[in-house]
């Protein structure tokens, strides 16, 4: 059987980080989990096309498999962290049925090499195997206007690259970084003016005159 990937999503993916583009922006997708907002899934669909070209109805795979990663992002305890490895089952696994009888998986078995080896069919498989390399590097955004999923590079990010204004300084844009950095700057402000006029409010002690 030949596993034909949409035109769309094999330019998409040959771009730099481009599954963990694809995959941040569909954890981002319908935040809110409305299953009627079908709306952003035929955005996704019309840039990237299906996940699984096997699918009857894509608009709803995207809506599921956004809410599914979604968990995975947050998963912390050994149940959630179990639930997600057998959602990750599901995209690896061969369906197999009497249509269909040479599906392969997604993971194959290289018998020469003694390894197993990735060999992804569709979109959705390129984009659990990113989460599988990401695990470590789930994140949300710890800016509290902004709480965007992200993959962390590098070090601790606390923050994601999303450019946004910030209503204090309308008139300039920045990543959330940024604007938490300013928030900061303006913070320490706010702090010593507050620690400078509290000083000049302190009564002042009166001197004694010396008398001869």
Request: overall charge positive; proline content about 5%; charged content about 35%.
């Amino acid at each position: 059987m030949q596993y034909a990937l949409d035109e769309r999503a094999k330019a998409a993916l040959a771009q730099r980080n481009g599954a963990k583009k694809i995959l941040t922006e569909l954890v981002n997708l319908n935040p809110k989990d409305d299953p009627d907002n079908v709306a952003e899934a035929q955005t996704f669909l019309n840039r990237y096309g299906s996940l699984d070209p096997r699918s009857d109805h894509p608009e709803l795979d995207v809506l599921a498999w956004a809410s599914i990663f979604r968990f995975a992002w947050n998963a912390r305890t050994p149940e959630e962290i179990e639930r997600t490895g057998r959602h990750l089952d599901n995209i690896f696994k061969a369906e197999v049925d009497l249509t269909n009888l040479y599906e392969r998986p997604a993971i194959v078995a290289d018998f020469a090499t003694g390894t197993w080896k990735p060999e992804p069919r569709y979109l959705l498989d390129h984009l659990g195997l990113q989460l599988m390399e990401s695990s470590r590097m789930l994140h949300r955004c710890e800016n509290p206007d902004c709480d965007r999923y992200f993959i962390k590079g590098k070090g601790h990010k606390k923050y994601c690259n999303l450019w946004s204004r910030w209503d204090r300084e309308i008139d300039r844009v920045g990543t959330c970084a940024d604007i938490m950095r300013r928030r900061g700057q303006y913070n320490s402000v706010e702090r010593n003016r507050e620690a400078i006029n509290a000083r000049r409010r302190k009564p002042q002690a009166v001197k004694k005159r010396r008398t001869a």
